[in-house]
Structure formats: C-alpha cells, structure tokens
C-alpha cells in the first residue's frame, strides 16, 4: 500500500474499532489432544466426573473390547477398548499407561452404541415378580425377593393351583427319576437351567451351582443349537480337538464364505470386516455364496445364490472337479502321521491313506492286520504292503483290497467314491446353479497355494443335513493342506488365559477344585445330549425308533428339544425349569409352538426366570427374577479363532446398577445356596477362611489366574495379587501383542493334529430313530425329518423358501429396544425378489402375510421388494416383530404397564418356520449336530 | 516491501473484527446508531479508496436518517441473507460455497460440515481457538474466519511489540496459510451473492466492503513484508 494509503488505512480502521459492542464469535479454549487416531476434537466428554471403565460388549456375541465413559455415574459415552483386538488393527501394546490410553478408541459398531439404550430400558424389570393369574395370562404381582426366595425353595400351594415342590424337596441325589430306569438319574435330575446367552465366567459359576452342589446334569442347556451348534459338531467330527475355523485373513489370497455375511456378522463382524478391508485392498479374492446378496456378497468378487441347504452338493461338486483336475495335495493327503508331515513343515496330518474295514466300518487297526504297533495306531498301505501309520513317511492313497481277509479300503479311495456317486451337473442341478459356477469355483480355490480358505457359519448348518455340510466344506480345507498354514485355514486361533485355572501358572485350579462337599450329577440331560440311545432301557425294551431323539454327538445342547421335551415328559417330567436370558420361545425356529411344552403347570409345576425385560419366554414364567444388564455385570467372554493372538477380555461394572433391586445371576445362585446349605458357598465357600458370599469372590479368582497366566512367570507386573488383577482390570482384559500372531509361516497358536475326513465314531452310531448308521464321510442329503424320511414341503401350495438373517445394527431379541437402531431399520421387512413380486402382484411396502403349513395364520410384515435375493427365497431379518420384550403392556400390582410399540414393529420368521412333521411339537433339527433347522422351511406369501 | 507495524496489524485486525461482526450477528440498535452516521461515514471514506463504496455508504447514512430504511428492515435482511434458509439465504459457510454446484440453472449448494469445516477447525485448535457456538453454529461461518484472521493480527500485533521476529512471521505465515486454503477460496463468490440478495443498501455496502478489503489484504499480505 502507498504510505498514504497506509496511513489512511490505520486511522479508519481504528476509527471503526470500538463501534460494536461484541467481543466477536471466538473464544480461548485449553489446548486439543495430539491428533490422533483421525479423531482430533477434544472429545466432550472430559472433565472432573468423568470415569472410564473397559469393559465386554454383549451387543452381540463378539466379545468386542468397549471403553465406556460415565459421567456422574451415568453411561455417556461408548468407544472400543484400544487394547482389545476385535477393536484395531493392531491394538496398542498392553504395557500402555492405562490412563494415557484414555485418549485413545478403538473402534465400536452401531449395536454397542446403542447399549447406553438397552441399559437404561424404561421396560426393564426392576422387582421381582409372581404371577397372579394363570401361568401366561399376563397378570403380576412384585414381591420381595426373601419371599420369591422363600416360595422357590419351601415350594407350598404358590398359586391357589394346588401343592408345588421347591428346591430343597427336588433336590434328591440317591432316588431315581424313572425307578425302571434308573440309568436317567436321580430326581435332582428334574431341576433344568436354561440359559439363552450365557458366557465364561458366569457359565461356570452356575454349572458349580447346579452340576456340583445342587447336583443335576441339567446344569446348562444353553442356545447353541439355535445358533451355530452343527457347524461346531461338524468341525469336532473333522478334528481331535478343535471345533470352530476362521481364514487367516490378513495373509490369505483367496477365501470363499459359505452361508455367513462376515460384514454383518458371525464373530467378532468388527474384526472380520476390518480384515477383509485390508484383504481387499490387497487384492485378495472374496466370495460369498448366500441366497441373499448381502453386504458381504456387495463387497465380494462373486456372489453365488446358492439354493439354501445345497452347500454340501456344492462342496462335493468342488472335489469332483479338484480331483478330475488333479487339484488336490496328494502329497499332503499321503502323509500319515505328523512325524511324516513335518518333513513338509506340515503341523497337521490326514487320515486320507488310513485303511478302513468295509465290514464294520472301523479303521484297520494293527491287531487286525497282524502288525506290531500301538493299539490305537493306523494302518495303511504302502507299495501295496499294510504298515502302521507312525512307522512310513508316506503312504498310498489308493487302495482296495483285503488284508488278512478283511476286505478295507483308504479313506481316500471311499471319498473318491463317494464323490464320484454324482456328476458334476447332478451337484449343480441339486444346487439349482449353473455347473460353471461350480468350476470356476473349484479352479478358483485351488489356484492359491495354500492361501486360500472356505469358511461358513451358521447358514450352511442350520439345516437337517447340517452336519454333515460342515464336514463336506471343512474337507474342502484338507484337500489343499492349509490348516494352519499362514494364509490358510485356521483351527485353534490365539485362544485365552485360562481363567477357570488348572494350568501350572494359574494360582486357582477353580475346575478341579475349591469346592469342598462337591457332589457328583449323573444321568442323561432332558434333552438326551452326549447320550447313546442304545444304553437306555428304553431302547433294551422297545428298540427303534426312540420316543424322540437322542443326540450322542451334540455335546453343545439341543435347545429347541428342551420345552418339548418337559411337555412330553420324556425322558422324565421336570419339576423346575430356571431360565436365564432365555427368550427360546421368540428365537427358535417354530417357538411359538415351544410355549405348549411350558404351559401346563401340572406338566412342568415351577418357571422361574431370570431376566431383564418381560420377554416371549419370561412371560410365562412364575416368578421372574430381575437381573443385570452386561454393562452392570461381570464375565470372562472369549473371543472366535478370527483372532490370532491370545486374548482374556474381563467384563466388569460399568456404572452401579440402573435397576437396584436388580441381582446378577450370581447374587441370586449365592443367595440361594446359602439359604439351602449347598456346598460350595458361604464364608468357606472355596475352602477354610476363603468365602464365595460375592460375585467378585468369584470374578477376583478367575481374573488373578489370567494375570498369573498359564505359565509360570508369565504374569502382568504388579507386586501382589491384588495389584496384577488391578492391571488386568484397568485394561479390560489381558490381550497378547499383535506381532505375536505368528511364527514363521505358521499362525502362532496352529491345530497341530489329525485332520479327519472319514469319522469312525460317526460312522459307527446309530440313528436313535431310524437305527440306520450314520454316514462317517462327507455327503449330501436332502430335507429328512426325525425318522428320516424326506420331508414333502408342498412346493406348490408354498413356494418360497423363508430365510433369516441379522442386519449389522441388529442382534438376537434385545437390540429391538434400541430406538436409535429401530429408527434407521426400514419398516419393510419381507425382502423378496422383484421377479417373484411382481409375478405375485406384490409392490414394495405392501402389506403382507407369511404362512406355513406349520402357522396357517403367518406373520404379517410390509414388503421390501429387491433384485439383491435369489428368486424363491423370502428373507427375513432378526432381531424384529417382538410380541412381548416392552412391546406391550402387561399387568403389575393391577395395574397396566407402559409400552413402546415401536420394539413390536416389523415380523419375525420363526413363528412360520415348519414344525417336524414326525415329532409335530418342535422343529425340523439335525439328527447328529443338533442344530435347529432355520433355513428349510417353505411358507407362501399374499397380500393383505 | 510492506513495512509491517503492530499498529497496521491491529488495524488490520479492527476491519476483519467489524466486517466479521457485521455478517454474525444481527445488530442492536445502539450499534446501528453507532454505525450509521456521519463520523463512520469519514472512517469508511478513509478505510476504501474506490469511491463507489464510500458513495454507497454516504447514501445508505442518508436512508437511515431519513427513515427510508429502518431498524426492522436490517434486522429481516439479516435472518433472510444469514439465518434462515428461505429464498434470499446465501448459506454463510465455506463448505456450501466449496462444494457449491450448478445443475440445470439451479444453485445446488455442497454439505454442511463438510472437509473444510474440520480444517477451518484445525486451525483454531491450534490457535486454542473454538467458536462460540451460539453466534456461528459451524467453524466456517463468514463470520467465524474473518474473527480468526482478527485474533490472528492481534497476536501479531502483541508479538511486534514484543519485537519477537519469528514469532510475527509464522503468525504471517499463518495469515497466509488461513487466507490462501479457506477464507479467499469462496469469500469473493460469498461477497457476489450478499451484494446481488442483499434487499437493504446495508448489507450491499458489507459485501462491497468485504470485497474491497480482502482485495487490499492480497495484495499486502500475499506480498512478502518485512517488520519494520
């Protein structure tokens, strides 16, 4: 500017200072955090009042990591655990300053956001509660918890409905349930705890509880069976020792997902959907085979609508073309122990060369073959001559033949057989795909070294064949040799610090003992789990079929047997039935139909339920014992085999209970035993001078043994106990560093056994209701029902084949409550392809009725009308259509409750799904894995 | 070479300070009388040299005094140009003119809080600056960036007095920066639009203003000057 001008400049300007009376729109503020993590602002949630907890999501099953921030002991904010791995990628080192760790987040999905909003449910329940009117009706009366206590114990005349047994009468250890089979057990047996989600820490707590001071084997029948529970049989059966695999993701090259929507769910969604990113931008090859186009198959290289309850046709159609291809590892599959293996740098081995007997189904064993070697040992074939599997670096593949008259032949050559029964058009024509699909698939997978994977979840199993599917698909892995390869196939994953204890760093061996005056449960379990039908006296009387079916492979619970069973009296009447978070009623396929096995109160006398809300289930209990939510609440919950670094996730208090009168599930079993004398309680609870009278007595031991850890001297820093489990406390758990999560071209924490293609112990059991043996090699088999017979589904008079789903801001029966994520779930619910809606004159939004043969009067939900479904399919997403769960009112001390009808909104498809047309009061199920079938049902849609 | 001075910087400070003011908030009338008479008026004639802008204002003095515009005709002009979304709003923020489209002759106007918005915040932060939220709801309000090069001149201005030399040129280096990324990135579109909506001579006269002076600030400040 001229200095003229200058001048001028400065007297006119201040000329106009001073005219506004303001101090203008900006103000001092304290200096911001270091810019970190993309998340500059100074977060506003700081100050004087303001304390952080870490803590363990139970949104959904992940187990994901959260740091949760109250202020004046009211929940405010929720962010990630930066320790935890579900949460970062890689999380931060476990040595950081807790209090420095503070400014740090890592991530948290929608749901766990949205738990400030289930914690502070205004449909909780706060009292315990009794029913007043008939067991149902709706109408109740709060009571104090010495008198709910009192009556569950005493037992008396409770409703005007005649005398009822309580615990203390019900609990008989010596006299048998049946007297004419006394093989069931005693009548302490007739006391059942079903809890729905349940987690470590907690579930141990009740099983010392119920198994080992009450003393009944029904000590859990938890919900596995309507979740996932085939696909963890189905792993058991193809390992020794491991029932549950995820892709090493970050290092694979190729992975195929089999019926599981890794974007939405499965376990931990953050984790696996963070992975995949990576994975993606590396330009691995993502494929997702699902009848429904899901996020997952939108981020995918291929989509692949397959049919549902078809993936075994598919996977064995795959092994066609790998083997007519010459795509298999040979050498791999050839190697028959894991002394011959590791010559390859292998950690597992196949039992693909062992000989197997023809005549009854068993391996050859050495005393067989006339062949020195351990009982226990393989034998197989090399150059033609029978040897023991520990003894030749390899053996043939293909043999069949006799040895020492026996006529036997390899595993191999019995799949190769197997497969080859069908072309690869028969497999695709099951499918209903394209037999291109199926090779391009194969050529694929098996184009990728051992850096390719195919996984699955629960949309594959959940099926009658559902078994046996997760075997065909896991087999698919052993072809290619990847187990625990690097960028293969993993089947242990980082695992946890053993927090029940028993291992030599652990200071408390809660498994083994501190229990004194422990008692011992026998008997089979109401819902015949782990249980041989041919050792009953049922059987020894009237031999095939049993009245229902025994499942001596589903060591995780046959949940949706269960009600059933306690309305069939089979294989004994049940007294009590206690559960816990359970809402079977709402979440099993069919579960409207399960309220006819719990109705009667001459059938099953006493329904308590410990819960949090007035669910499906919980309204026809008797009593209702109001409990914690998770953030309230302490646990031990593990993470899946995504994870390849050793983790302990502690769940602890977040905030003093929002309900007060509210106990945990601990509170209530402590107060019980102690009111009842059981062993195992009180001030010498874990022996002399060591008390169980708090869940933290508890918690604080199973926390001390994860800081000990498992070996000696691997323990967190910390002078004295108290001040290592103060550490692990601060930090939400014990997590293992990220570099750790392998060794070389290994995963860190590798399976390193056997990999079982041909089950001997599957193949050599028998159907509880056909007496057919099962099937020890892969195999597909269409819709059976309880006696085997294949189920006519009346395609003509309901077309469509109703699946199910969770949507990534919904999970299980409790996000519902949430109006943040019922706010952005569009009220259209029935998804069903555009094609088939418009043959059907149906428009998106149209009210509709689903309906079955099994619920001619359906659901009723509003149309979403999509080109993302396979045709034929109708999809309906979890999570909505609640009757009950603070939808509606219901009657408390005469009075109505309120209600939030939007938890009630859109339908759900369990109430359509078919019933077994054998057993006609529970649904279609797998005869060996147990699982409930989802997936199978056929329902016709109109409009209304 | 600009010789630069703390009392230019504070002048400086001064004009950025009034004309951030003038397009926050909506003035009393105490501020108006102090405005709108013959004394700013010189003020005005000595601050811009193209006479067009003194004219205007002179005139804009005279319509006042008159009653041919009043108190309430400002006041609404201001809710309709700043505040409220109607069909004379010119959506005050950088991130509106940035992201700013013209689609079949309608003005489609870019998001709110957009990439902008968080940089513009950046550089507060790091001034241990924030806005105060009840006169500018986003950090990238008019407003909010002709305050921030306000504070940013007063800082100078205190660090010439401390004759503190490299503390003065990163305060300019900052100037520069804030002016080059963000404020000279739309305020001449912004400055277009008030004067072509603006129903009042008063607010045509701001966006004269604002355009004139942030003219004469290129071509100080994105000239290199030395401290005298």
């Known amino acids: 500017m001229e200095s003229t001008t200058r001048r001028n400049f400065i007297k006119g300007a201040l000329g106009l200072g001073g005219l506004l009376a303001t101090g203008g729109c900006m103000k001092a503020t304290e200096k911001p955090s270091e810019w970190i993590s993309g998340a500059p602002d100074v977060d506003p949630v700081d100050g004087k009042n303001v304390k952080v907890v870490r803590t363990v999501c139970l949104g959904c099953h992940s187990a994901c990591g959260l740091q949760c921030k109250t202020v004046d002991g009211v929940l405010a904010k929720v962010s990630g655990n930066p320790y935890h791995p579900n949460t970062a990628e890689p999380h931060i080192p476990y040595t950081t300053d807790s209090k420095e760790a503070e400014k740090l987040e890592g991530t948290a999905c929608a749901k766990a956001g949205a738990t400030i909003q289930t914690l502070y449910n205004p449909n909780r329940v706060m009292h315990p509660l009794k029913r007043v009117g008939p067991r149902g009706s709706g109408k109740w009366k709060t009571v104090t918890w010495e008198q709910a206590y009192d009556e569950i114990i005493k037992g008396g005349d409770l409703f005007g409905e005649g005398q009822v047994e309580g615990l203390s009468s019900c609990r008989d250890l010596t006299t048998p349930a049946d007297p004419a089979a006394p093989e069931l057990g005693p009548k302490a047996n007739q006391v059942v705890f079903m809890p729905g989600r349940i987690e470590h820490g907690k579930k141990e707590f009740t099983d010392r509880w119920f198994k080992n001071a009450y003393g009944t084997v029904n000590n859990r029948l938890d919900h596995t069976s309507i979740c996932e529970t085939s696909h963890h049989v189905g792993l058991d059966l193809c390992f020794d020792g491991s029932n549950h695999i995820k892709p090493d993701i970050m290092n694979a090259k190729y992975i195929i997902f089999f019926g599981t929507s890794p974007y939405e769910a499965n376990f931990p969604m953050q984790a696996l959907a963070r992975k995949l990113n990576f994975f993606r931008e590396r330009k691995g090859k993502l494929v997702i085979v699902d009848p429904r186009f899901s996020n997952s198959a939108a981020k995918a290289d291929h989509w692949i609508p397959i049919l549902p309850g078809t993936d075994a046709a598919f996977a064995l159609g795959m092994m066609r073309w790998m083997i007519e291809n010459d795509r298999v590892d040979k050498r791999y599959l050839s190697f028959p122990s894991q002394k011959a293996a590791g010559v390859d740098g292998h950690l597992t081995w196949c039992d693909a060369s062992y000989l197997v007997r023809q005549d009854n189904r068993k391996y050859l064993r050495p005393a067989d073959a006339g062949i020195k070697g351990e009982e226990k040992e393989y034998i197989v074939v090399t150059n033609g001559n029978p040897a023991g599997s520990e003894s030749v670096a390899s053996a043939d593949l293909e043999f069949a033949g006799e040895i020492k008259g026996i006529p036997v032949k390899t595993v191999y050559t019995m799949l190769k057989e197997r497969i080859f029964e069908k072309s690869l058009k028969d497999y695709a024509d099951i499918c209903e795909l394209d037999p291109e699909i199926i090779e391009r698939t194969a050529d694929d997978f098996t184009s990728y070294g051992r850096r390719a994977t195919v996984d699955f979840y629960r949309g594959p199993v959940q099926h009658t064949n559902g078994t046996y599917t997760a075997r065909a698909l896991a087999i698919l892995n052993f072809l290619i040799g990847n187990v625990s390869w690097k960028g293969g196939c993993e089947a242990h994953g980082g695992s946890h610090w053993h927090e029940m204890g028993g291992k030599p760093g652990n200071p408390f061996n809660l498994g083994k003992e501190l229990h004194p005056g422990k008692v011992k449960a026998q008997g089979v379990t109401i819902d015949r789990k782990k249980a041989k039908y041919e050792d009953s006296t049922e059987f020894k009387k009237n031999g095939y079929p049993a009245k229902r079916q025994w499942f001596p492979f589903a060591y995780n619970n046959v949940y949706q047997e269960v009600f059933p069973s306690i309305g069939a009296q089979y294989p004994y009447p049940i007294k009590i039935l206690f559960t816990y978070w359970n809402n079977t009623v709402y979440s099993s396929p069919a579960g409207i139909h399960q309220i006819n096995g719990i109705r009667d109160p001459k059938v099953l006398p006493l329904h308590i339920a410990i819960d949090y809300v007035m669910g499906e289930t919980s309204s026809w209990a008797d009593y209702i014992l109001p409990t914690l939510h998770f953030l309230e609440d302490w646990g031990t919950p593990h993470v899946a085999p995504t994870i390849l670094t050793t983790t302990s996730g502690v769940r602890q208090p977040v905030i003093e209970r929002a309900a007060k009168d509210a106990k945990s599930t601990e509170e209530i079993f402590i107060d019980l035993a102690l009111k009842m004398g059981l062993p195992g309680y009180g001030k010498e609870g874990f022996g002399p001078g060591d008390p169980l009278l708090a869940p933290e007595d508890w918690y604080k031991k199973l926390v001390a043994n994860i800081a000990y850890g498992d070996k000696e001297g691997d323990s967190v820093p910390g002078d004295s106990e108290a001040q290592k489990v103060q550490y692990v406390l601060d930090r939400g758990g014990r997590f293992q560093d990220y570099s750790k999560s392998h060794k070389g071209d290994h995963t860190a924490h590798p399976y390193k056994n056997i990999c079982i293609i041909y089950n001997e112990k599957l193949a050599t059991t028998r159907d509880s209701m056909t007496g057919e043996y099962y099937d020890g090699l892969p195999i597909y088999e269409p819709l059976k029902d309880a006696m085997g017979k294949i189920v006519d589904v009346q395609r003509d008079k309901y077309p469509f084949r109703v699946n199910t789903y969770h949507p990534v801001f919904h999970a299980q029966a409790r996000t519902a409550v949430s109006s943040w994520l019922m706010d952005f779930t569009p009220e259209e619910c029935v998804e069903m392809n555009a094609a088939d809606a418009k043959k059907h004159g149906i428009k998106h939004g149209d009210m509709l009725r689903v309906f079955s043969s099994s619920n001619p009067e359906g659901v009723k939900g509003k149309a979403f009308v999509t080109e993302a479904m396979r045709p034929g399919v109708i999809s309906i997403p979890h999570s909505l259509g609640h009757w009950q769960y603070g939808s509606k009112s219901f009657d408390l001390d005469g009075k109505p409750t309120s209600a939030r009808q939007f938890v009630g909104r859109g339908c759900s498809a369990n109430p359509v799904m078919m019933l077994d047309p054998y057993l006609k009061d529970v649904c279609l199920q797998d005869p060996i894995g147990g699982s409930s079938s989802f997936y199978d049902s056929y329902v016709a849609v109109e409009k209304v | ?228």
């Open chain 2, 1 to 228: 070479m600009e010789t630069l001075s703390s009392d230019m910087e504070n002048a400086r400070a001064e004009v950025y300070q009034f004309l951030g003011t003038l397009l926050t908030e909506n003035l009393s009338s105490e501020s108006l009388g102090n405005i709108l008479n013959v004394k700013t008026a010189s003020h005005v004639k000595t601050l811009f040299p193209d006479p067009e802008v003194h004219r205007d204002f002179e005139k804009l003095i005279e319509n006042f005094s008159e009653g041919r515009l009043t108190e309430t005709d400002i006041m609404l002009d201001f809710e309709a140009l700043l505040r409220i979304p109607g069909p004379a709003y010119i959506c005050p923020y950088e991130s509106s003119y940035r992201g700013r489209k013209q689609i079949q002759g309608q003005t489609q106007w870019g998001s709110l809080n957009g990439p902008s918005t968080r940089a513009v915040q950046r550089f507060y932060q790091n001034e241990h600056l924030s806005v105060r939220s009840e006169l500018a709801d986003f950090p990238d309000h008019i407003g909010a960036e002709m305050t921030f090069m306000a504070c940013l001149c007063r800082q100078s201005a205190q660090a010439l007095n401390t004759d503190n030399e490299m503390i003065v040129e990163k305060l300019r280096e900052k100037q520069r920066q804030f002016l080059q990324k963000h404020l000279l990135q739309w305020s001449k579109d912004f400055s277009e639009e008030l004067r072509s909506r603006a129903a009042t001579l008063f607010y045509r006269c701001i966006a004269d203003m604002l355009s004139q002076f942030l003219k004469m600030e290129i071509k100080s400040l994105l000239s290199s000057a030395r401290i005298s």
